[in-house]
């Protein structure tokens, strides 16, 4: 069974910076992607980062510039460095993985941002919270 387990969230004033970490076990594909989404009160989940074991990565343009999607396959980890934070980056932060051939994988490849839909596995998720 897959497991994805988010940490690193917190509390920081604008302009700071955090850096997620996202743990996977139970995973037996060779290859994947993974993903960081976002889900502020009130509003839909939304997309962040995606990366693939071939490093190809997309960005919602809301974080460009500001936020990088790392991997260490060493450790099954996933990472999402965010600097720069603004308060309209408050939210609960998912990770999200699925196997080569997904909606996900092939919404990569093709330079999209894949979607809440097209993830099969999800964690439970960490709070972002950036004070003005």
């Known amino acids: 069974q897959v497991q994805l387990v988010e940490s690193g969230g917190g509390s920081v004033q604008s302009g700071g910076s955090l850096k997620l970490s996202c743990t996977i076990s139970?995973?037996?594909?060779?290859?994947?992607?993974l993903g960081w989404f976002r889900q502020a009160p009130g509003e839909e989940r939304e997309g962040v980062a995606a990366?693939?074991?071939?490093?190809?990565?997309t960005y919602a343009d809301s974080v460009k510039g500001r936020f990088t999607i790392s991997q260490d396959n060493a450790r099954k980890t996933l990472y999402l460095q965010m600097n720069s934070l603004k308060p309209e980056d408050t939210a609960m932060y998912y990770c999200?993985?699925?196997?080569?051939?997904?909606?996900?994988?092939?919404?990569?490849?093709?330079?999209?941002?894949?979607?809440?839909?097209?993830?099969?596995?999800w964690g439970q998720g960490t709070q972002v919270t950036v004070s003005s």
């Open positions: 999200a993985a699925d196997s080569p051939g997904s909606p996900a994988s092939l919404l990569l490849r093709a330079g999209r941002l894949p979607l809440e839909p097209d993830f099969n596995y």
């Open positions: 139970g995973y037996t594909y060779s290859s994947y992607v």
């Open positions: 990366i693939d074991n071939d490093a190809r990565t």
